[in-house]
């Protein structure tokens, strides 16, 4: 068997590195040269996630433990913060941990090839190999790990009922950059703060002010599209909030795209697997997507291997492996970022600043667990809120769609069958569409 992985992201590399491992056959081509691979920058990730994955720790000088999150309503100067006595995350250097992994992988035989952008081939209807540089290369099946815009997603045959592109509303433009730092003493509970609804606005910002980092970070995203005006609006009121914000550009400053929402309903075809953000698997509240990527990457190594087909039908357990261990709760919490997006923002204000929804509450579905609320947490929450009920009973229906939502996900056929596949995906999308 052959496989090409199109995208060298972490999920490609981690699926690569388990299908060769098996001993069979992979390319991996990555339209990006090997030395500016992924970004040059930080970002979190759960410790669990590498063990998640199966594979090593990688070495510890790549990262480092994270502060929690304090949080930041709508036009409050307010900071929500509650010390985490374990970390439960790390914060990792990317591509010093993207070049490891390309490493493990080629230990085990992984061709790669840089500097490589391909296309899709297809043949009678069917995925069939790449196109690099106008030629024809057949393989078994291709792994399409390139990103949120993918443009092999984007040339699959339409018989195979599979989302070209994300629609509005789904995909997060955040301008990162990281700048000097002003020589203040910020307080601990004030280094990692997150805005949501920053200025009003549909999405966060953030600003990271971490004493083991010579710079701040910043990232202003916005749902559909951050214009130069809104960057200015939101870098202005950052530097009033955080007197440690320096005005000196250090590196970064350009806008990326992160889809923030549930899982495509059909990630597979006969000869296709789609992965990590290809596949929207990032967490829809936050836009992390390494540890669900990584993760996919082994499962969908282990359908392959074991069923030693690439098959649609056989190609269909990774993609109900991938819901039950992950994808299930995306859903839950793909409804709690729409509801946030779309509420007012003093709501919102109100929420956080009575303690109706606390820190404990955002960081669960910012890490990727839906919302659960015990009856004593809902009665605590009724008392703290009583004086804004019609709210309260918004905020109520809103966690019962979001139960719904993760048992539609969990109505995933879990067995190939082409018209239930697409009587469930038509279901899926008629519940998003009406939310
Ligand atoms: C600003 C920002 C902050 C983020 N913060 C976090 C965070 O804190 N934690 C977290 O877990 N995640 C974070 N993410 C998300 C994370 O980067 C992704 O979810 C994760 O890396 C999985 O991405 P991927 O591998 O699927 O795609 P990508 O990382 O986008 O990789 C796709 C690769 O495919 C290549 N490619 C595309 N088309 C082709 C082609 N035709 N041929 C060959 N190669 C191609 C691209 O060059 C690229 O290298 C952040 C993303 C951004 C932009």
Known sequence: MKVAVVGAGVGGVVCAYFLAKAGIEVVVYEKKTFENVTYDWHDDIAKTAFERAGIPNPPEEFYYDKRNWGFVAPFSTKHIYAPLEVATDVTIQRRPFLHW????????????????????????????????????????????????????????????NIQKHPQSGEVFSAYRAFFSK????????????AYLLHNGQKGISWCIQDPRENCVDILIGRID???????????????????????????????????????????????YAALGDA???????LGSGMASSMLAGRL?????????????????????NFYTQCGVDHYGIDVIKRWLLS???????????????????????????????????????????????????????MLKKSEKAVKLAKAIPTAYDEAAVLEWQNRVDRFFAEL
């Open 343 to 397: 509420a007012k923002p003093e709501d919102i204000k109100f929420l956080f600043e009575s303690g109706v929804l606390s820190e404990k509450d955002i960081n669960s579905g910012a890490g990727g667990s839906t919302l659960k609320l015990s009856l004593g947490d809902l009665i605590k929450k009724l008392i703290k809120g009583i004086s804004r009920l019609p709210l309260l009973l918004e905020l109520s229906g």
């Open 182 to 193: 002003n020589d203040v003493t910020v307080k601990d509970e004030d280094t990692n703060l």
């Open 225 to 271: 599209g951050v214009s130069d005006a809104d960057i200015a609006e939101a870098m202005d009121s950052l530097k009033e909030d955080n007197a440690g914000l320096g005005d000196r550009l250090l590196s970064g400053g350009k806008v990326c795209r992160i889809p923030v929402r549930y899982p495509l309903t059909k990630m597979v075809g006969d000869g």
């Open 101 to 160: 992994l390309i490493s493990l992988a080629k230990e085990v035989n992984v061709t790669f090839e840089f500097g490589c952008a391909v296309e899709l081939l297809v043949k009678d209807g069917k995925v069939c190999g790449v196109i690099q540089n106008g030629k024809e290369i057949a393989y078994d099946l291709v792994v399409d790990s390139c990103g949120v815009d993918s443009n092999i997603r984007a040339a699959l045959p339409e018989s195979y």
């Open 300 to 320: 969908l190594a282990e359908a392959v291997i074991k069923n030693q087909s690439t098959s649609v039908e056989s190609l269909w357990e990774y993609q109900v």
């Open 279 to 285: 596949a929207f698997m990032t967490i829809p509240m």
